[in-house]
């Protein structure tokens, strides 16, 4: 980081006697050397050097904010996080569809891949083999929160002329929390931190008796009972129990006097729980079609199994193929 300050720079340029600068390629810059450039009127900079012919090259980084090198932060600080636990990954500032470079950042674990999405300019591929991880300003719709539970987050705070990084959980209906890096581990699943132990009791867990009618609460009653059935429901979605989302969609409806931030949640998992509930029927409309259609006279005896089309029926009882025609 160049000091900005003349009399810092003195101090810069002695330390650096001997060394080279550079425009960064990693940064978006051209890969030209750099000079730095004295003043007492206005900030010290980095600038190139002249041309052949005597003007200064008129190239740069592509960026020049705050943020712009978040990810060399990110490598730096993933490799000190992942070595302090007896872990070596491989880094790739990967270029997704031409994106810019630092826009992504992939770090390749011995049983596992994370892709840090620092920017929007790469969507998230949330059946890919990797695990995304999304900057703060990566949206993500509240279907992919309930079919993974959470997901991670990424954030890049600034600490004097460094930047820290640090890792947030985020779950439908809950709040993002957020941890140092060294509060957080790499699993078998890959990314965790101590919020993903408690969502998962949540979801997976009876029915909460933080609820109690009468009771003084922190939050109003109804909110806290509105969050209680919306972890229900995401819980009944895991499980893929229709007759579980059915009831708990019910007990939505009847509710009222709810906070509007928590009236607009619970709509949204209505809306969605409404159109999964509507796919799980046709899917199982369709399965009990074609087994009818088997029965009916189509059954089709090969080594011991009974197969129709588009279902098989063997030692582990029934189950659909994978290409029903």
Request: net charge neutral.
């Amino acid at each position: 980081m160049l000091p900005l300050e003349a009399i810092k720079l003195d101090a810069f340029r002695r330390r650096h006697e001997h060394d080279t600068l550079w425009c960064g390629l990693l940064l978006g810059g051209c890969g030209l050397q750099l000079t730095t450039k004295v003043y007492t009127d206005r900030v010290c900079h980095f600038a190139h050097h002249p041309g052949p012919d005597g003007p200064p090259h008129l190239r740069g980084r592509r960026a020049r904010g705050v943020a712009s090198a978040d990810h060399l932060y990110v490598k730096a600080a993933a490799d000190i996080w992942l070595r302090a636990r007896g872990t070596q990954a491989g880094f790739d500032f990967v270029q997704p569809d031409g994106a810019p470079i630092g826009s992504v950042v992939d770090i390749q674990l011995p049983h596992k891949r994370l892709r840090v999405h620092l920017d929007q300019e790469v969507a998230p591929d949330w059946d890919a083999e990797h695990e995304p991880v999304l900057g703060v300003s990566v949206p993500v719709d509240p279907d992919t929160l309930i079919r993974h539970w959470c997901v991670h987050r990424i954030r890049l705070d600034s600490d004097g002329t460094a930047r820290r990084v640090r890792i947030g959980t985020e779950a439908f209906a809950r709040p993002t929390e957020w941890f140092a890096l060294d509060e957080c581990e790499i699993t078998e699943r890959g990314l965790s931190t101590p919020a993903v132990e408690r969502i998962v009791q949540a979801w997976s867990g009876p029915p909460s008796t933080r609820w109690t009618p009468g009771k003084k609460q922190e939050e109003p009653a109804q909110d806290v009972h509105a969050q209680e059935l919306l972890r229900r429901l995401l819980y009944a979605r895991r499980v893929e129990s229709t007759n579980l989302a059915q009831s708990v969609c019910h007990e939505i409806g009847e509710l009222t006097d709810v906070s509007p931030q928590l009236q607009g949640q619970l709509d949204v998992a209505l809306r969605n729980a409404s159109l999964w509930m509507e796919k799980e029927t046709e899917t199982r409309q369709d399965l009990c079609a074609r087994l009818n259609q088997g029965v009916a006279g189509q059954k089709t005896r090969v080594q011991g199994q009974v197969t129709v089309p588009g279902i098989q029926r063997g030692r582990q009882g029934w189950g659909a193929s994978a290409d029903p025609d």
